[in-house]
């Protein structure tokens, strides 16, 4: 029987320590450094489930390198980083075309727009971002179906209300534009233009509402005013200073609201949200007055004596 030394029995004790701890080492899971990835799959997984969470479970929180946290749920189309994107998606509407004309006059209409429901579309689009700020302003407006038809009488027209709107562009009319050298496209663009503000526009009609005599007269310079300032004004188009601003539609009240706008920023904006329907208040010019703080009559007076938007000048309304 052999003896050991009380300090052969400690140091043996020591070693047989030292042995087991890095055996229970040896088999526990690795420790990722800050920045480096982690080998094993279960930890892995682990962080992920994590990542993007603070302490409290909130979403802002950065990684612990410093570096921004991703984005565990992307934005949706709708409400993407341009400031526009959701006011572009209220104002694109679906889309029909019923091409009743099939003879030489609609393939002047084929020829010009290859893509109907992309070109309107983007006309929408033009015609909400000169009318409105964000989508919640939007009157409602959902689809759009365009009849080109050979309409002698009429160059185009908007019917139906709030939903499913028509508009009808004359493809006479188009096949005279194309006969006279002009850009069909852009007689086109013009037209879908002045009609798809009707489209998307307030217009004060509501029970008890609208009661203002000369409101259509208004409403038809709005939708000229669009036109206009998208860049596309009807041809031939010029101020007009005789009489009263609103004794006639179109270009007439068009180049005075374009150059009330230009004094007073906002004002097309704001114009368009006095006549939205069903607020219990019936349109009255009176809304020059609260939007400006200056009288129509005044502003009328102010307008007859602009140099700069008389004759084929245009430098200041449009």
Request: charged content about 20%.
């Amino acid at each position: 029987m052999h003896r050991y030394s009380p300090e052969r029995v400690h140091l043996a004790l020591v070693l047989l320590a030292v042995c087991l701890l890095l055996a229970a080492c040896a088999g526990s899971t690795p420790v990722a450094d800050a920045g480096q990835p982690i080998s094993d799959p279960d930890a892995a997984q682990a962080l992920d489930a994590g990542a993007g969470t603070d302490a409290s479970g909130g979403p802002d929180a950065a990684p612990p390198d410093g570096s921004s946290a991703p984005d565990a749920s992307p934005s949706p189309p709708d409400a993407g980083s341009s400031p526009d994107a959701g006011l572009d998606l209220k104002c694109t509407p679906t889309f029909t075309l019923q091409l009743e004309d099939t003879g030489p006059k609609g393939q002047v209409f084929a020829d010009a727009v290859p893509d109907p429901e992309a070109f309107a579309q983007e006309t929408g689009r033009t015609v909400c971002k000169i009318l409105y700020r964000s989508p919640e302003e939007v009157r409602d407006a959902n689809h759009l179906t365009l009849i080109i038809r050979d309409d002698p009488q009429y160059p185009g027209w908007k019917a139906g209300d709030v939903g499913d709107i028509t508009v009808m562009i004359s493809s006479d009319h188009l096949a005279k534009v194309k006969a006279q050298g002009q850009d069909v496209a852009r007689e086109i663009r013009g037209i879908l233009l002045h009609e798809m503000t009707h489209m998307y526009q307030h217009d004060d009609k509501a029970p008890g509402e609208g009661t203002y005599g000369r409101l259509g007269n208004v409403i038809e310079g709005v939708a000229d005013a669009v036109r206009i300032r998208a860049g596309y004004p009807p041809t031939g188009a010029r101020p007009s200073k005789s009489g009263a601003w609103d004794d006639a539609g179109y270009a007439k009240p068009a180049f005075f609201l374009l150059w009330v706008d230009g004094r007073h920023a906002g004002f097309l904006h704001d114009l368009n949200l006095s006549m939205v329907a069903g607020d219990g208040v019936a349109w009255t010019p009176d809304a020059f007055l609260s939007i400006t703080g200056v009288g129509v009559d005044a502003l009328w007076s102010q307008y007859a004596g602009a140099a700069c938007c008389s004759g084929t000048s245009q430098l200041c309304c449009n």
